[in-house]
């Protein structure tokens, strides 16, 4: 691997991995998308436009596509941008294009195979380097050069600072850790309590009662994150407070949306079905896998949005039960 400039390649053409590969390719670098979708890969390298994610976004010429899966193989790095439930099997899929020096990054949030998370799964099935970034991130700001922060997570610290000189020249700012575990973990949580923030939102346009959530739902995700045995100091990184904080207090995210939806009453079987399902199977995988039912008055928050998922639930009374639950 050429340690000054590596080959990058991007495992997704969709909004992260297009914003993001963008941002690389503007600072001069040469970058590959890798797309199952023809239309997407021709308007990427012939018209620099993708056409389905930022139709009104030009993009660098040296970002270019591909969807031939043999190009994998001229890989360093290897960025994961594609949805959490097929990103385990996409790799060991394609594990024979992948060579065993290629550092895998994992931008995706969600568990990867049962309850355990993507990177957990990939440790223990491939000797690749196995990293996470996870921050505080909408990819229509990254496309327009917005300065952002990721936390970068790497067990081997070697990596972190490959990984800062990568991103040197770009509008992205890293923090570093070698808690992945604590990272890939703190990305499911913040969806899941964001939802939380907008059903509470929903009924309530109170400051006072929306950080009081806030602060609950912070330490609730606190204490989940310290039996996975991720760390502390996590929370306080960029993965941490920030991303959680973006996503349960900003519009422009689709889990605090969700959450308002549900609030309004608009939780229906549609929704349910084609919406919900990776938070709503995040939500099960906690309280019944890791979290045990003795345990409701200590996580009040989550067990409450996961009866909301499972029951015919009245969502007027959510806000007076997790209040009660609080004390």
């Known amino acids: 691997m050429n340690l000054n400039k590596p080959n990058i390649f991007f495992a997704g053409a969709g909004s992260i991995g297009t914003a993001m590969g963008n ?5 001069g670098r040469k970058v590959t998308l890798y797309t199952i979708e023809d239309h997407v890969a021709e308007s990427i390298n012939e018209r620099h436009i993708n056409p389905d994610y930022f139709p009104n976004a030009p993009l660098s010429p040296k970002l270019v596509a591909t969807t031939d899966v043999h190009d994998l193989q001229q890989a360093d790095i290897l960025f994961l941008a594609i949805p959490s439930f097929i990103t385990v099997d996409f790799v060991l ?13 994992n931008l995706a949030k969600g568990f990867g ?5 993507i990177t957990s799964c990939l440790g223990k099935m491939i000797e690749n380097p196995i990293c996470s970034m996870k921050g505080p991130t909408f990819a229509r700001e990254i496309i327009n050069a917005a ?38 973990i703190l990305s499911i949580l913040k969806n899941i309590y964001a939802i939380i923030l907008g059903i509470v939102d929903a009924h309530f346009n ?39 904080s973006l996503t349960a207090l900003n519009d422009l995210s689709r889990n605090r949306t969700l959450g308002l939806l549900i609030g309004k009453g608009f939780f229906t079987r549609d929704i349910s079905d084609k919406v919900v399902l990776e ?17 409701i008055n200590e996580y009040p928050l989550i067990f409450e949005l996961n009866k909301v998922f499972i029951n015919n639930y009245d969502i007027s009374s959510f806000v007076g039960n997790i209040l009660k639950l609080a004390r």
């Open 93 to 105: 899929q394609n594990k024979e294009h992948i060579n065993d020096h290629v550092i895998l990054i």
């Open 279 to 295: 938070g709503k199977m995040a939500v099960n995988i906690i309280c019944q896998e890791i979290l045990n039912e003795s345990e």
């Open 23 to 27: 941002t690389l390719a503007r600072s």
């Open 113 to 117: 195979c049962g309850k355990k998370t």
């Open 147 to 184: 300065p952002t922060a990721l936390t970068f997570a790497s067990l081997d610290e070697k990596l972190c600072k490959k990984n800062r000189d990568i991103f040197s020249d770009t509008p992205i700012y890293l923090d570093f850790t070698t808690d992945v575990e604590g990272v890939e």
């Open 206 to 244: 109170s400051p006072n009662l929306r950080f009081l959530v806030l602060t609950r739902a912070f330490d609730e995700m606190r204490r989940i994150l310290l039996r996975c045995g991720g760390k502390q100091e996590s929370m306080f990184h960029y993965c941490g407070y920030g991303d959680f």
